[in-house]
C-alpha cells in the first residue's frame, strides 16, 4: 500500500530539514502543510524553504497561490489529495510536513463540510477589529467562544476572526467541525512530531528571528504597508513590524514581540500534536533512523 510520512512539530524544530532528508531518501516529493508558506508574495516572514532546499527536492504547495486569495482547509484537503495522487502514480512514500495542524487533519482525515456564514457579521468582526486591536479580538474570542480560545491560534487574528465570525453567525464553534467524520484514505499514514527541548527550541525560535530581520524582513514588511490590513497579512513576524511602522513602538519592541508570539505559537502547535494521541513524538534523529532503516 502506498504511504504518506506525515513530519509535524513546532516552528524551527527542524521540520524542513528533516523532510528534505526523507524526500531524498525515499526519491519521492514533499507536500507542504503550512498555511503561510504557500503565499508567493511573503517570503522572510514565513521561514520558507531556501531556494538551494527547494531545488533538492520537488515541493508542493509553497509559493502556489497569492495573498490574494482565501484558502480553507477544505481547498487545502482536495489540492492536497490530488497532488497526492499525482505523487503515488510514481512513488510508494509521499511526504507530508508542517505545522498547521488543521491542515494535516484535512490530509489525513478529512474537513467536514462548513455550514455558512454571515457575510455581514464577517466585515462587521473585520471592521471591529480594525478600529479596536488584537486584544479586543482576543477578548471577544474568550468571551463567545471559550473552546477555540482553549486550541487556537490566539495571535493570528486572521483565525480569531473566523473563530468569531462563525460563532456569531451558527451559533456553534468552528472547533466542532474539524473532525466528527474522519475520512478513509486509500493510502497508509504514518504521524511524527518532531520532539525538541524547550530551551534549545527557544534559543532556534530567538536566533530565526534575528536571522530574518538580518535578511531583510523589516523591509519586506514595509512593502506591505499599503495592504496590512488584509488577512493574509494577520500574521506573526509581520504584525508586529506594523505597529512599529504606525509608531506604536520601537523596532527592538517589535523584534522581541515577534520573537515572543512566535514561542506562544509553538507551545500551542506542541499542545496540539501531543493531544492528537496519533503521532509518534521523538527528536528527529530517532525520527530520521526509524524511517530510512525502515524495510517497509
Known amino acids: 500500500m502506498k504511504k504518506l510520512i506525515v513530519i509535524a512539530g513546532p516552528t524551527a524544530s527542524g521540520k524542513t530539514d528533516l523532510a528534505i532528508q526523507l524526500a531524498q531518501h525515499f526519491h519521492t516529493e514533499i507536500i507542504s502543510a503550512d498555511s503561510r508558506q504557500c503565499y508567493k508574495e511573503l517570503g522572510i516572514g514565513v521561514a520558507k524553504p531556501s531556494e538551494a532546499q527547494l531545488q533538492l527536492v ?3 504547495f509553497i509559493n502556489s497561490h497569492s495573498i490574494y486569495e482565501d484558502v480553507s482547509a477544505g481547498e487545502y484537503e482536495r489540492f492536497g ?8 502514480a510514481k512513488n510508494d512514500v509521499a511526504i507530508l510536513v508542517g505545522g498547521t495542524g488543521l491542515y494535516i487533519k484535512a490530509i489525513c482525515e478529512g474537513i467536514d463540510e462548513m ?3 454571515d457575510d455581514s457579521i464577517k466585515k462587521d468582526v473585520e471592521a471591529q477589529f480594525h478600529e479596536n486591536g488584537l486584544s479586543w479580538l482576543q477578548n471577544k474570542v ?3 467562544d471559550p473552546d ?7 495571535d493570528n487574528p486572521m483565525r480569531l476572526m473566523r473563530a468569531l465570525t462563525f460563532k456569531l453567525s451558527t451559533q ?3 472547533v466542532n467541525y474539524r473532525n466528527s467524520t474522519i475520512k478513509q484514505r486509500n493510502f497508509q499514514i504514518e504521524k511524527y512530531a518532531i520532539d525538541i527541548e524547550k530551551a534549545s527550541l527557544y534559543e532556534k525560535i530567538n536566533e530565526r528571528v534575528d536571522c ?3 535578511q531583510g524582513l523589516v523591509a519586506e514588511a514595509e512593502t506591505f504597508i499599503p495592504i496590512k490590513h488584509f488577512k493574509n497579512l494577520q500574521t506573526v513576524g509581520y504584525t508586529e513590524l506594523f505597529s512599529y511602522f504606525d509608531g506604536d513602538c520601537d523596532l527592538n519592541f517589535a523584534i522581541d514581540k515577534i520573537k515572543q508570539h512566535t514561542r506562544n505559537y509553538a507551545k500551542r502547535q506542541i499542545t496540539w500534536f501531543k493531544n492528537q494521541g496519533q503521532y509518534v513524538i521523538c527528536p528527529a534523529d530517532v525520527i530520521s533512523k526509524k524511517l530510512m532503516n525502515s524495510k517497509d
Open 58 to 60: 520537488k515541493h508542493h
Open 81 to 88: 489529495l490530488a497532488v497526492l495522487d499525482e505523487i503515488f
Open 115 to 117: 455550514p455558512p456564514i
Open 142 to 144: 474568550k468571551e463567545t
Open 148 to 154: 477555540f480560545y482553549a486550541v487556537g491560534e490566539i
Open 172 to 174: 456553534k464553534s468552528i
Open 212 to 214: 530574518m530581520i538580518a
